[in-house]
């Protein structure tokens, strides 16, 4: 039999990005691989991408490739390692960050491409490592007698909703968002809330208010005091799955929150579409966790 190769992963990008990363960084160690991974690669572009990773979740420890490894395989950021990627049978990269389909590396390409760089965001494979997940995803209480301590025992205690805006220029300016999550999307899921639930609550958390307000009905509380970038920035993802019920967006950001939801009972409404359906016209349901709705 042939012995698995070492794996690696790139970790990139925001902090919900990065979840699915351990997911699949643990989903990969359950089928018997010895999985490493590459911090040291990533470059930062954006604010939100700057992530106190064991700051946040010190149970979710990831055991860091050696640099020799990472430049066997053809990691690295430098101009000479971005060339030699671009070099038939140079690397051993699997490299799929644009790929709409969520899909995740097979057996075989594991064995011929170790270096993974990739979102890896599929429900089936999160609820095969669900129980170490959620242990490992656990946020630490907020500071007593602070605001987000006092709303976060006010959202356990009501049928409260959390809607997720995700309208920012770092993501509407990408042409595979665009028309997605619309007004529309939101007035059907709170409509869809409204139906099922007894006098429900709605919470908003966004990157864009100015869309929100515009939007949505003013009979929402606008949460917009937590940082969108650096430390703290994860608090209204801690706060949304707090929510007894959840609305989210085309986002890793609010997914996580929905999935890590405790309420045996809570509703979660997704876009049908995740991306514009002219680059995937298809409904997506890699992420539809089950019981989850999806409208348009």
């Given at each position: 039999m042939n012995k698995k190769p070492d794996i690696v992963i790139r970790i990139h990008s925001g902090l919900a990005n990065r979840m699915f990363q351990y997911a699949f960084y643990l989903y990969l160690q359950k089928k018997g691989y010895q999985v490493w991974v590459d911090n040291t690669s990533f470059r930062q572009i954006h604010a939100h991408e700057q992530v106190e990773w064991n700051r946040i979740?010190?149970?979710?420890?990831?055991?860091?490739?050696?640099?020799?490894?990472?430049?066997?395989?053809?990691?690295?950021?430098?101009?000479?390692?971005?060339?030699?990627?671009?070099?038939?049978?140079?690397?051993?990269?699997?490299?799929?960050?644009?790929?709409?389909?969520?899909?995740?590396?097979?057996?075989?390409?594991?064995?011929?491409?170790?270096?993974?760089?990739?979102?890896?965001?599929?429900?089936?494979?999160?609820?095969?490592?669900?129980?170490?997940?959620?242990?490992?995803?656990?946020?630490?209480?907020?500071?007593?007698?602070?605001?987000n301590a006092e709303l976060a025992q006010r959202l356990s205690q009501e049928e409260s909703v959390a809607i997720h805006i995700r309208k920012a220029n770092d993501y509407t300016s990408l042409p595979w968002f665009e028309d997605t999550c619309t007004a529309a999307y939101y007035t059907h899921a709170i409509t869809y809330m409204k139906q099922h639930l007894q006098n429900p609550r709605f919470y908003v958390f966004a990157d864009n208010f100015t869309w929100a307000k515009e939007h949505l009905p003013q009979e929402c509380e606008w949460m917009e005091y937590n940082?969108?970038?650096?430390?703290?920035?994860?608090?209204?993802?801690?706060?949304?799955?707090c929510c007894r019920h959840n609305i989210i967006a085309n986002s890793t950001y609010s997914w996580w929150a929905a999935f890590l939801n405790p309420n045996p009972d809570k509703i979660v409404i997704m876009p049908n579409h995740w991306f514009n359906p002219q680059f995937y016209p298809e409904p997506e349901t890699a992420l539809q966790a089950k019981g989850w709705v999806s409208l348009d």
């Open positions: 979740f010190p149970q979710a420890v990831m055991k860091e490739a050696a640099p020799s490894l990472i430049f066997n395989y053809g990691g690295g950021s430098d101009i000479l390692s971005k060339l030699r990627r671009r070099i038939p049978h140079a690397s051993r990269v699997w490299w799929r960050i644009k790929d709409p389909t969520f899909r995740i590396p097979t057996e075989d390409e594991l064995n011929q491409r170790p270096y993974l760089i990739g979102f890896f965001q599929r429900v089936d494979m999160v609820e095969q490592v669900a129980e170490r997940i959620k242990k490992d995803f656990l946020f630490k209480p907020f500071d007593s007698n602070t605001k940082a969108l970038a650096g430390w703290g920035s994860h608090f209204d993802l801690q706060l949304m799955s």
